[in-house]
């Protein structure tokens, strides 16, 4: 049987003040188990009993090893709420992923990904 590695994605802005997070699984494709965004004081959460918010499924995702595309619904079918677009460079050992987080009536914010050192 194929090998599934876990992980997670964090990104967050510079102030702080906005934050993604993933719980994935992938083999051959991107899965993702659980997310959650903090902006401000306002938090969406794909499972409430983990982390607290208000309700976020993924509407669509696809990550591959120089960019991830996630778009958030509030409910299975149900209109875009949000938007996640990350690319990443490296230049030898050093690397830097970041990207851009919209959410409606929010605003856009850029953010980090790049994995802590």
Known sequence: SPAFATGEILCSSADDGVSIYFGISSAETLNILRAAI??????????????????????????????????FVSEPAGP??????????????????????TMKDKGAFVVDCSEPE
Not at 46 to 65: M, R
Not at 80 to 101: C, M, P, Q, T
């Open 80 to 101: 875009v709420i949000g938007r996640l677009k990350v690319v990443d460079g490296r230049d030898g050992e050093f690397s830097a992923s970041g990207g851009v987080l």
């Open 38 to 71: 903090t902006v401000g004081e306002q938090k969406w959460s794909t499972d409430a009993t983990v982390e607290p918010g208000e309700p976020l499924a993924i509407g669509q995702a696809y990550g591959n090893d120089g960019q991830l595309f996630v778009d």
